[in-house]
């Protein structure tokens, strides 16, 4: 009696190499190819994680170290941000070279497709100019208070492709480099001392040297109590006069972080000593 025959596996293989080949599903399958190309696929991968992971800790690392260094917080987030992108760069490049891609191979091509490029990114790339410009140029820095294409707030950020505000009231506001470097940049935190000033009409009748003497009084009592300056002199001036008002300008210097607190004083005190004086204001 013959013995019973044992069912074939679909997977048949023959010897060579160290998997062999053999087929499945009627497909022919060299497993010297599956496990080498296996094998390059999952040390991309691994290198392109821990590329991304090395690039963070080595971004942050070099934040830390020019933080401790003093160095300009501007120029630590820019030498940051390169060397990250520099080590992804040659992860990525030694990927390529891994499935035996030379990077080379596509000069050809991206030079034959540069126009094409430059006119899809035109925006982006003037981004990038714009932001490498403000960082050579500096006209403002991280922690500067300035009014940039229209917005207000204080630098957090300054990227190689937009700029990173926060306002007064609590927002994030990101400006394209592009829209900054072609308009008008406010800086307010430049010079170390800024001038508060505060315009008022009284009427025409109040007597000329009393309204003076009484917003001198106001001025020095704002300093006092505010953290004013009293180097340059404060300045009380008459702007301007009219048949029914007199404009007067009331000018006091303040340490820059402090000229929030100074004209807000400053508008307190003038207005109680005028109405202790008796002088009142004119309708506007």
């Known amino acids: 009696m013959a013995p019973e025959s044992l069912?074939?596996?679909?997977?048949?293989?023959?010897p060579g190499g160290w998997f062999g080949r053999g087929t499945l599903g009627g497909i022919r399958i060299d497993w010297d190819l599956v496990s080498l190309?296996?094998?390059?696929?999952?040390f991309v991968v691994l290198l392109l994680i821990g590329s991304w992971l090395l690039s963070g800790w080595i971004r942050g690392a070099l934040k830390r170290g020019t933080h401790r260094a003093h160095l300009d917080p501007t120029l630590s987030a820019f030498l940051a941000n390169l060397a990250k992108w520099a080590i992804l760069t040659f992860a990525v490049i030694t990927c390529l070279e891994v499935?035996?891609?030379?990077?080379a191979s596509f000069a050809a091509v991206l030079a034959a497709l540069g126009l094409a490029i430059g006119l899809a990114f035109q925006g982006t790339?003037?981004?990038?100019?714009?932001?490498?410009l403000l960082l050579i140029f500096r006209p403002f820095k991280v922690g500067d208070s300035v009014v940039i294409a229209g917005q207000a707030?204080?630098?957090?950020?300054?990227?190689?492709?937009?700029?990173a505000l926060d306002t007064a009231d609590g927002r994030r506001v990101i400006v394209p480099n592009a829209q900054i470097a072609g308009a008008v940049i406010d800086n307010q935190s430049h010079h170390p001392r800024r001038r508060a000033e505060v315009l008022l009409n009284v009427v025409s009748s109040a007597p000329t040297e009393t309204?003076?003497?009484v917003l001198v009084t106001a001025t020095r009592e704002a300093i006092a109590s505010a953290g004013g300056l009293e180097i340059p002199p404060p300045e009380v001036v008459m702007n301007d006069f009219g048949r029914a008002s007199v404009q007067w300008a009331v000018r006091v210097w303040?340490?820059?972080?402090?000229l929030g607190a100074v004209r807000t004083q400053l508008l307190e005190t003038t207005k109680r000593e005028l109405d202790a004086a008796g002088v009142r204001l004119s309708p506007r």
Request: glycine share 8%; aromatic share 6%; charged share 15%.
């Open 211 to 213: 309204v003076r003497q």
């Open 7 to 14: 069912p074939q596996s679909p997977v048949q293989s023959t």
């Open 254 to 258: 303040a340490p820059r972080e402090k």
């Open 37 to 42: 190309w296996g094998l390059k696929i999952g």
């Open 125 to 132: 790339l003037a981004n990038i100019a714009s932001g490498i």
């Open 153 to 163: 707030g204080t630098v957090n950020e300054i990227d190689l492709f937009t700029t």
């Open 99 to 103: 499935f035996n891609i030379q990077p």
